[in-house]
């Protein structure tokens, strides 16, 4: 096992979730490279980690089946060590009108991105081992705090997930810390670059929009600070308020 430990990051083959996979293996974790259907971007990631001397492997899921999913990714963390770690970065992320909403459309943002992360925190702790401390640690949005006009659907999963957070946080403790961080504009949609540009011009105090590096930076403050649980980290560059 690597120094650090096993982290287990979903949704770690692109964008967000591969510089924290990036982060944590420089950090000393054992990474566990979970995708859904990025096959040749996560196999780079893991390339890159064990180019650089760390220990990491990948692992394909779909988490709109949550609990094959789940116990899958646990297991697969298992090979690497006890798992101390969960990163739940996968999510889906997409906007209808009232009118084209559908069962199915709504199904699957429940699904990945509130049903999953429990399973996995049920499965991740069945795991763990008594004499280990755990931090599970997922992405949030502060709009699911302060709902939009847009992203109905999404919106209500990713406050779903923010009322999970606290909640695990009470049941697991004191042997596992659950945080969220709540992020603003990080990395527009693809083809959406102008929507993050128009935030950081009209509405982001800091006048930018911020980075994977910001959001590990947060995720190591977390991940560093044993006193802290139950926190949901608001990265938004002051759009918040
Ligand atoms: N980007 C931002 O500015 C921003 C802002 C607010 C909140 N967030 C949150 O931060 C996190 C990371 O953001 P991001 O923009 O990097 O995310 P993203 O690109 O929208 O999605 C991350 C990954 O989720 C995985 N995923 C989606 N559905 C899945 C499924 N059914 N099964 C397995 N994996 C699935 C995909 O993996 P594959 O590619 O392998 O299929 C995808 O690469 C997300 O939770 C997001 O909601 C991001």
Redesign the pocket.
């Known amino acids: 096992m690597a120094a650090g430990g096993v982290a287990i990051v979903?949704?770690a083959?692109?964008?967000?979730?591969r510089e924290i996979a990036l982060a944590l293996a420089e950090d000393g974790y054992a990474v566990l490279v979970?995708?859904?259907?990025?096959e040749a971007?996560?196999l780079e990631v893991v390339e890159q980690i064990r180019n650089k001397g760390g220990l990491a492997m990948t692992v394909s899921?779909?988490?709109?089946e949550p609990e094959l999913?789940a116990t899958r990714i646990c297991d697969a963390a298992c090979e690497l060590g006890s798992p101390t770690l969960l990163i739940?970065?996968?999510?889906?992320?997409e906007d209808l009108p009232l009118p084209q909403i559908s069962p199915r459309h709504c199904l699957e943002h429940f699904t990945?991105n509130a049903i999953a992360p429990i399973l996995l925190a049920r499965e991740f702790v069945a795991r763990l081992p008594a004499s280990a401390a755990g931090q599970i640690i997922s992405?949030?949005?502060w709009r699911a705090l302060h709902p939009p006009t847009d992203h109905l659907v999404y919106t209500a999963s990713?406050a779903a997930l923010a009322s999970i957070t606290l909640t695990l946080a009470q049941q697991l403790a004191p042997q596992i810390r659950v945080n969220g961080i709540a992020?603003?504009?990080?990395?527009?949609?693809p083809g959406r670059a102008d929507w993050?540009q128009q935030r950081a011009a009209e509405q982001i105090p800091l006048r930018r929009h911020g980075t994977p590096r910001d959001v590990v930076s947060a995720l190591r403050f977390l991940i560093s600070n044993d006193f802290m649980s139950g926190e949901i980290l608001q990265l938004t560059g002051g759009e918040h308020l």
């Open positions: 979903t949704g083959a692109r964008r967000i979730g979970h995708y859904g259907s990025s971007s996560a899921a779909d988490l709109a999913s739940n970065s996968a999510a889906v992320f990945v992405l949030l949005d990713k992020l603003g504009a990080i990395l527009a949609p993050h």
